[in-house]
T-cell receptor, first 113, second 112 residues
Framework: DTGVSQDPRHKITKRGQNVTFRCDPI?????LYWYRQTLGQGPEFLTY????????KSRLLSDRFSAERPKGSFSTLEIQRTEQGDSAMYLC???????????FGPGTRLTVL | LAKTTQPISMDSYEGQEVNITCSHN???????ITWYQQFPSQGPRFIIQ???TKVTNEVASLFIPADRKSSTLSLPRVSLSDTAVYYC?????????????FGSGTRLQVQP
């Protein structure tokens, strides 16, 4: 257990529906990252927060994706009008202090039917 | 970012030592080498990190030759529970805010 929790662990939805995932990081970690991982591939960076500020977004993060971290603690990732290609594991990670080492949550596995 | 190349898969038996080599020919002066382990349906977990020569912790050893163009993760006496995907990453520690860049990893299968 890394201390990073994600909810839900699994989500099955129909194409076109909206979904929202939540990440609760280790409380004293002010940086938070979202990654997406498809089958057989390593995680790919989506977006990054420093406290409540979203500082970087990947090209993978289309207009249908939005992420927030309103109080600099937990974060949410919303996908609107889901598509089958959105099916993946969505991972949240936080590093302590200024280090590069990231503590990952267990992920949310999304299946879009 | 330095690109990494590692074997797609490896097989081993319980009790054997496993060495997974990663190539990173374009590693930069400020880059560190980090290895993560990932079990099915879990997020990646940090194993070990090094800059040069040899690093050892309670889980693994990391060997880095003088030219730093490759590195080898060594897992002593593997068990069935070491079956996982192992990722080699190269990154600049001076810009610690950078997101991690994962390749496809090496899928290690340990058999009894």
């Amino acid at each position: 257990d890394t201390g990073v929790s994600q909810d839900p662990r699994h989500k099955i939805t129909k194409r076109g529906q909206n979904v929202t995932f939540r990440c609760d990081p280790i409380s004293e970690h002010n940086r938070l990252y979202w990654y997406r991982q498809t089958l057989g591939q390593g995680p790919e960076f989506l977006t990054y927060f420093q406290n409540e500020a979203q500082l970087e977004k990947s090209r993978l993060l289309s207009d249908r994706f939005s992420a927030e971290r309103p109080k600099g603690s937990f974060s949410t990732l919303e996908i609107q009008r889901t598509e089958q290609g959105d099916s993946a594991m969505y991972l949240c990670a936080t590093p302590p202090g200024e280090t590069d080492t990231q503590y990952f949550g267990p992920g949310t596995r999304l299946t879009v039917l | 970012l330095a690109k990494t190349t590692q074997p797609i898969s490896m097989d081993s038996y319980e009790g054997q030592e496993v060495n997974i080599t990663c190539s990173h020919n374009n590693i930069a002066t400020n880059d560190y080498i980090t290895w993560y382990q990932q079990f099915p349906s879990q997020g990646p977990r940090f194993i070990i990190q090094g800059y040069k020569t040899k690093v050892t912790n309670e889980v693994a050893s990391l060997f880095i030759p003088a030219d730093r163009k490759s590195s080898t993760l060594s897992l002593p006496r593997v068990s069935l529970s070491d079956t996982a995907v192992y990722y080699c990453l190269v990154g600049d520690m001076d810009t610690g805010r950078r997101a991690l860049t994962f390749g496809s990893g090496t899928r290690l299968q340990v058999q009894p």
